[in-house]
């Protein structure tokens, strides 16, 4: 069933695990992405990043995920990742998602309050959500690491700009990288504290378990699996074109469904989302 995002949060920030946000960018995707959510029975969110649409554009995405997700027996909210203006959140929103992301996190603060309330408010009207973010997510070929988000600016954040929920940066990297992050727990743990709100990791490729694991059980609610995805998708099919290199269309997007499925069902059970619905 279609949700939206506060629907899907609200009962993992109350009993303490997290949803996966997983961004899909095919069919194949979002069928092995589904089949692991009713297997395991979790609530999932499906996405797809601004960055994304040369090669998944957000206009055939959009129905794909929107039935996909009725047709679904467990919760399935249809999301906007890194939205990078106002016009693609509006262009979301117009095409039925349930939720969307405005990325101002590289703007000045100010000026990322002024955009994300522009966006909440349209998005309230249309009865839409939105997560925005507060501080720097790295990125794994840079070393930004060290712009954790501040606690005290993240309350006069929410308060001024409505969201329902709010990616922060703990030392969390987008991409897949070669030393595993060490993130700032106790960080977390004050900004939960002070604004009680479901909080939002993103970089959810090659954390440690242990971090995972302190992340969900600290207000973390929503975490974002991009890469991950990716690359358990190449991998069960170099496997399959080398025990079988002349494999077929069909069952190679067979192998694409079923990589998808382990994929997601693992992060499932790490983020503790299953048997919830
Ligand atoms: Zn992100």
Redesign the pocket.
Known sequence: MLCTLSEILRDANERHYAVGAFNCLSLENVMGALEAAEDLRSPIILQV?EVQFPEAPLELMAPLFLRAAKLSSVPVCVHL??GQSIETCMKAIRLGFTSVMF?GAALPFDENVDNTRLVTRMAKAAGVDVEA?LGR?GDSGVDTADVFTDVEESVRFIEATGVDAL?IAIGNL?GHYVHTPQLNIQRLIEIHEANRLPLVL??GSGTSVEDFKACIHNGICKI?VATAIQRGIMKAIRERMQTEPEVGYIPLKQVMIDASRDVVAEHIRLFESNSRV
Do not use: L, P, R, S
Request: glycine letters at 10%.
């Open positions: 990043a990742d890194h990325d973010e997510v990616a987008h993103h970089g974002n």
